[in-house]
């Protein structure tokens, strides 16, 4: 039971990570797809029908006025768990599947993770810019739970309940959520570093003594920082300074105040801090989606202006036949590819070295934009000549 409630719970966190702000929905062309996904929890083999309907419904042509009703959530995607695994045989009713390691793994000498595939057992790794990104944000989290909470209005920062709250705020919930402890057999959920990233970092540290690439990682260390930037120093609500301060009580008052408090300013400041964390991560994630879309966004308005200037400037140039446009042609229709260069993927916050970034590139221009992309990727050219 305390599984299935652990599992469910995830189920709902993701559900709740993976939504579309409404600041970026609004740049999004219309009809877009569906900006969030239905938590259904557990599901079972008796839901293979509904789960076949809400695929026919997400099939639907959602340009049609007629045939979507914004009310119906059906065919607008869902996560749930399930301990039926022939639901696992049935890949066309999923995107994406996670397998849990087992109970007993939890004791175990050699730490499990999830095993996460796509449709016909194609297994999905994590970047390794999915690693360092992991890696900074656990560090900001645990900052943020380290650091001491902010005192209410008119309460005194150096009053023996904020001194209690600080001091068991470390050893609250939210900290050892992300108290920095190794992770260790991760050679199996991380892509290896691929041979042109190799050579190329091996190249650019030889031709700038290193400079290139301490400026690359400080770049990225910076757009990762930025996503957590205004949620680490939060700012002290003003006191009012005409305020008398109250008389400093005796030792023996502080020290009944202190411990008659613990057990009150203790529990407040552990459930502030798992609220901060909690709410740290939504943003961060949020952040990133938001990131991620509006970078393609900029790209294909870009593209589709560059397309319309050409456009105009091909119609004025000379005398057009008479008969030419009479006959539609079939890929009028369709709108141009989009280029995205290394440059655009680094700022979306992806691997610009990974074959499964540029992939999910590639699907996110098509679902989201109905456009065809294709990736540049990073190399370095000597005399026109591309070494890596």
Avoid at 107 to 120: D, H, L, T, Y
Avoid at 165 to 170: D, G, I, N, Q
Avoid at 208 to 237: K, N
Wanted: charged fraction near 25%.
């Amino acid at each position: 039971m305390e599984i299935q409630r652990l599992t469910s719970s995830q189920v709902y966190n993701i559900s709740i990570l993976s939504n579309i702000p409404l600041s970026i929905t609004d740049s999004l062309p219309t009809p877009a797809p569906p900006q969030r996904l239905r938590p259904l929890f557990s599901i079972g083999v008796h839901d293979i029908s509904f789960l076949m309907d809400d695929l026919k419904a997400s099939k639907r042509d959602r340009s049609d006025e007629n045939a979507v009703d914004d009310a119906d959530e059906s065919g607008s995607g869902w996560i749930a768990c399930t301990t039926d695994s022939i639901l696992a045989t049935k890949d066309t009713l999923w995107d994406m599947l996670i397998t849990m390691p087992p109970d007993y793994s939890a004791n175990a000498k050699e730490k499990s993770w999830p095993i996460v595939e796509c449709p016909r057992g194609r297994p999905v790794k994590a970047t390794q810019r999915d690693l360092r990104r992991f890696n900074a944000l656990r560090t900001g989290l645990a900052r943020l739970a380290a650091s001491p909470p902010t005192p209410t209005p008119g309460q005194d920062p150096r009053s023996p309940e904020s001194e209690t709250s600080a001091v068991r705020l470390s050893t609250s919930h939210s900290a050892r959520l992300v108290k920095e402890e190794p992770y260790g057999a991760t050679d199996n959920l991380v892509e290896p570093l691929t041979w042109a990233a190799f050579a190329y970092n091996g190249f650019m540290w030889w031709a700038s003594a290193g400079e290139q690439i301490r400026s690359e990682e400080q770049e990225e260390s910076t757009r990762d920082s930025a996503l957590l930037a205004d949620l680490l120093s939060p700012t002290s609500p003003r006191v009012g300074s005409m305020s008398i301060p109250p008389p400093a009580p005796s030792p023996s008052q502080t020290e009944l105040l202190s411990n008659s408090i613990a057990s009150l300013a203790g529990r407040r400041s552990s459930t502030d801090g798992e609220a901060n964390i909690e709410l740290a991560i939504i943003t961060y994630f949020h952040r990133l989606t938001t990131q991620m879309l509006s970078v393609l966004v900029d790209i294909v308005d870009a593209a589709d202006e560059s397309y319309r200037d050409n456009d105009d400037s091909g119609d004025a140039d000379g005398d057009e036949d008479e008969s030419e446009g009479l006959i539609p042609n079939e890929s009028d229709d369709s709108d141009p590819a989009i280029t995205i260069d290394s440059r655009s993927i680094e700022n979306m916050g992806l691997d610009v070295w990974s074959a499964s970034d540029a992939f999910f590139v590639q699907e996110l221009v098509a679902v989201y934009f109905g456009r065809q992309a294709a990736i540049e990727g990073k190399g370095v050219e000597v005399c026109g000549v591309r070494v890596c």
